[in-house]
């Protein structure tokens, strides 16, 4: 059981890791389809 | 082995959807060419239509210089250029860096929006309804499956502590998945009605943070899981013979023998690789939007191979916009989705409530003896015969 919280823990873990990596490499549709003459909204 | 899974179920399922028929192409003299009023009556019975007169029909703006009577776009006339546009034909240069930033207009947007709220929507939710309700029936039936000897008292080590972190990981970033999955496409049709747009779009934005982000610890279980116990679940002999009697699960008494895995629980690996990666992969290249276009090489690959035509469906688009590639990933990424998902419920009702003894593989790793004689008699043996050899070398 406690492996299975374990690995409960880590499902968040890994979730918040890429929501931060992601967000480093530019992923969403906004960003990868806008030139840089393109203002987004903030 | 994927692709092949995968150009099956693509064409079952434009089998089901496909109600356009061929007509054969009207006499256009009348309109020296152009459209006539049965191609309009056609197109609006929705009634599949060979377009090459119109979507091949767009000038030749090589022919004809800039000073002949068809004006500065030399041999392109206005309407021959919108066709261009409308049938993504025409060299378009914008500023938008997007790979679909070219693609003026495309027309596949329609059908996928009916048909994700409608046979998508409909289908999928009876699916899960009706696995739900097949499940409560055996329950009714069968009861709960017990462990029909004497219990011993000691147990047997099944699963090490890293493969039930695997399959948690997997596991609960599954149902997570599928959760938020389920609520952004039904949500527009049964949450908002109730609950109010306000109180939807709240949720909607959890969901959609969860599923993009939870998606990556699946991905990752899923890997863990696939190298962990692939050699197991190769399929034996000793499943023809579970399968040849239900697996006893449809019978007191019945115990068919069987190593670390049986032939039902290599279907759900199985089922899981497969389907867990197709989702994966269609997963990701909505995640990434443009970048990862893969159904026209698919369709192209599945056309040259005849599949479509056997089923009498013609070809299949081999051109795409890359809006079209993303419509077509959405589908598959539901449709498959949806499939696991059925498919899980009843691996999560025999891992739990459904069988005696069976959760304590994955609760702590151990699992009760006779329990496992019942389940597994061939993987007993083996572990037995294990400790017997340790034991003498020990001994020795
Ligand atoms: C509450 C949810 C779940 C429960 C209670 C559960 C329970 C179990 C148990 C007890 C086993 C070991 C069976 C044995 O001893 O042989 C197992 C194995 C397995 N589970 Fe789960 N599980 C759950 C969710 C999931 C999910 C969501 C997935 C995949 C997406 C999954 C995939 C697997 C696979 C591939 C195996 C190995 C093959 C098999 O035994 O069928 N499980 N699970």
Same mark, same amino acid.
């Given at each position: 059981?406690?492996?299975?919280?374990?690995?409960?823990?880590?499902?968040?873990?890994?979730?918040?890791?890429?929501?931060?990596?992601?967000?480093?490499?530019?992923?969403?549709?906004?960003?990868? $389809?806008?030139?840089?003459? =393109?203002?987004?909204?903030? | 082995?994927? +692709?092949?899974?995968?150009?099956?179920?693509?064409?079952?399922?434009?089998?089901?959807?496909?109600?356009?028929?061929?007509?054969?192409?009207?006499?256009?003299?009348?309109?020296?060419?152009?459209?006539?009023?049965?191609?309009?009556?056609? +197109?609006?019975?929705?009634?599949?239509?060979?377009?090459?007169?119109?979507?091949?029909?767009?000038?030749?703006?090589?022919?004809?210089?800039? @000073?002949?009577?068809?004006?500065?776009?030399?041999?392109?006339?206005?309407?021959?250029?919108?066709?261009?546009?409308?049938?993504?034909?025409?060299?378009?240069?914008?500023?938008?860096?997007?790979?679909?930033?070219?693609? *003026?207009?495309?027309?596949?947007?329609?059908?996928?929006?009916?048909?994700?709220?409608?046979?998508?929507?409909?289908?999928?939710?009876?699916?899960?309804?009706?696995?739900?309700?097949?499940?409560?029936?055996?329950?009714?039936?069968?009861? #709960?499956? #017990?462990?029909?000897?004497?219990? @011993?008292? #000691? $147990?047997?080590?099944?699963?090490?502590?890293?493969?039930?972190?695997?399959?948690?990981?997997?596991?609960?970033?599954?149902?997570?998945?599928?959760?938020?999955?389920?609520?952004?496409?039904?949500?527009?049709?049964?949450?908002?009605?109730?609950?109010?747009?306000?109180?939807?779009?709240?949720?909607?934005?959890?969901?959609?943070?969860?599923?993009?982000?939870?998606?990556?610890?699946?991905?990752?279980?899923? $890997?863990?899981?696939?190298?962990?116990?692939?050699?197991?679940?190769?399929?034996?002999?000793?499943?023809?013979?579970?399968?040849?009697?239900?697996?006893?699960?449809?019978?007191?008494?019945?115990?068919?023998?069987?190593?670390?895995?049986?032939?039902?629980?290599?279907?759900?690996?199985?089922?899981?690789?497969? *389907?867990?990666?197709?989702?994966?992969?269609?997963?990701?290249?909505?995640?990434?939007?443009?970048?990862?276009?893969?159904?026209?090489?698919?369709?192209? &690959?599945?056309?040259?191979?005849?599949?479509?035509?056997?089923?009498?469906?013609?070809?299949?688009?081999? =051109?795409? @916009?890359?809006?079209?590639?993303?419509?077509?990933?959405?589908?598959?990424?539901?449709?498959?989705?949806?499939?696991?998902?059925?498919?899980?419920?009843?691996?999560?009702?025999?891992?739990?409530?459904?069988?005696?003894?069976?959760?304590?593989?994955?609760?702590?790793?151990?699992?009760?003896?006779?329990?496992?004689?019942? &389940?597994?008699?061939?993987?007993?043996?083996?572990?037995?015969?294990?400790?017997?050899?340790?034991?003498? $070398?020990?001994?020795?």
């Amino acid at each position: 059981m406690k492996t299975m919280l374990l690995a409960f823990c880590a499902v968040i873990g890994i979730a918040v890791i890429a929501y931060f990596g992601l967000h480093a490499v530019g992923f969403g549709a906004a960003e990868s $389809t806008a030139s840089t003459a =393109v203002r987004l909204p903030d | 082995m994927i +692709r092949a899974f995968i150009a099956g179920l693509v064409i079952c399922l434009l089998a089901l959807s496909a109600r356009a028929q061929d007509v054969p192409a009207p006499d256009r003299s009348a309109t020296g060419g152009a459209q006539t009023l049965a191609d309009i009556l056609a +197109r609006q019975d929705a009634q599949k239509i060979d377009d090459r007169f119109r979507r091949d029909n767009i000038g030749d703006p090589a022919a004809g210089d800039t @000073t002949q009577p068809l004006g500065t776009r030399g041999g392109q006339s206005d309407p021959d250029l919108w066709r261009a546009l409308r049938y993504d034909e025409a060299d378009v240069t914008t500023q938008s860096r997007g790979p679909a930033g070219d693609v *003026l207009i495309q027309d596949g947007g329609m059908r996928w929006l009916k048909f994700r709220q409608g046979p998508l929507v409909t289908y999928g939710g009876y699916l899960l309804l009706g696995t739900i309700g097949l499940l409560g029936l055996f329950y009714l039936i069968r009861g #709960r499956i #017990r462990i029909d000897g004497e219990k @011993t008292g #000691r $147990t047997i080590t099944r699963f090490k502590a890293i493969e039930r972190f695997a399959h948690w990981l997997m596991g609960g970033s599954f149902i997570l998945l599928a959760l938020t999955g389920l609520l952004s496409l039904f949500g527009r049709k049964f949450i908002i009605p109730v609950f109010g747009h306000d109180s939807f779009a709240i949720l909607a934005v959890a969901s959609k943070w969860v599923h993009n982000n939870v998606s990556w610890a699946f991905m990752i279980g899923l $890997t863990m899981v696939f190298f962990m116990w692939v050699l197991e679940n190769i399929p034996n002999r000793h499943d023809l013979k579970w399968v040849a009697v239900g697996g006893g699960l449809l019978k007191k008494g019945v115990h068919p023998p069987a190593k670390k895995f049986n032939a039902g629980q290599k279907v759900i690996f199985w089922s899981v690789i497969l *389907l867990g990666s197709s989702i994966s992969v269609s997963g990701l290249s909505l995640l990434f939007p443009f970048e990862l276009p893969m159904f026209a090489k698919t369709f192209a &690959h599945l056309n040259e191979f005849g599949l479509p035509q056997f089923f009498g469906l013609g070809e299949l688009p081999a =051109v795409l @916009t890359p809006q079209e590639e993303m419509q077509y990933a959405q589908l598959w990424h539901a449709i498959v989705g949806f499939i696991l998902i059925a498919i899980i419920i009843v691996h999560i009702y025999i891992g739990s409530v459904g069988m005696e003894g069976a959760f304590d593989a994955m609760g702590n790793g151990e699992v009760e003896e006779q329990w496992a004689r019942e &389940h597994h008699s061939l993987w007993v043996d083996e572990v037995k015969a294990k400790q017997a050899k340790a034991q003498t $070398t020990a001994v020795e």
